[in-house]
Nanobody, 117 residues
Framework: QVQLVESGGGLVQAGGSLRLSCAAS????????MGWYRQAPGKQRELVAV???????NYADSVKCRFTIARDNAKNTVSLQMNSLKPEDTAVYYC???????????WGPGAQVTVSS
C-alpha cells in the first residue's frame, strides 16, 4: 500500500511560481513511476508530468519549459516546480504513483492551484 500527500498549492498571480510536493509512504518508492495530474472544473483529469523509476521524464505539451518534475528516492518525495503560471493552469493537482509490477495506481487527495489573471 502506498499513501500520498500533496502540499504547496495555493493562489498565485499569472507569471508567478509555485512548488508542489508529494510525500509517499512505504519502502517501494524507487520502483514506482511518479506523476502529477490535474483536473480543472468541467474537464477530465490530465497528465501534467511523469518521472519513471528508470529516470525518464515526460511532460504535457502545455507545460513544457515551464514545469519541472523531480524525485528524491532517498526521501520518498516528488515535486513539481511550476513557473510562468497561467490562468489556464488553475486546477486541482494530484500526485500519482504507478506500480508497474502489479499495474496499480495510487492517488493523493489533491492540492488546489489557482492562478489569477
Amino acid at each position: 500500500q502506498v499513501q500520498l500527500v500533496e502540499s504547496g498549492g495555493g493562489l498565485v498571480q499569472a507569471g508567478g511560481s509555485l512548488r508542489l510536493s508529494c510525500a509517499a509512504s512505504g519502502s517501494i518508492f524507487s520502483i514506482l513511476d511518479m506523476g502529477w495530474y490535474r483536473q480543472a472544473p468541467g474537464k477530465q483529469r490530465e497528465l501534467v508530468a511523469v518521472s519513471t523509476s528508470r529516470g525518464n521524464t515526460n511532460y504535457a505539451d502545455s507545460v513544457k519549459c515551464r514545469f519541472t518534475i523531480a524525485r528524491d528516492n532517498a526521501k520518498n518525495t516528488v515535486s513539481l516546480q511550476m513557473n510562468s503560471l497561467k490562468p489556464e493552469d488553475t486546477a486541482v493537482y494530484y500526485c500519482n504513483a504507478y506500480w508497474p509490477m502489479i499495474t496499480r495506481n495510487y492517488w493523493g487527495p489533491g492540492a488546489q492551484v489557482t492562478v489569477s489573471s
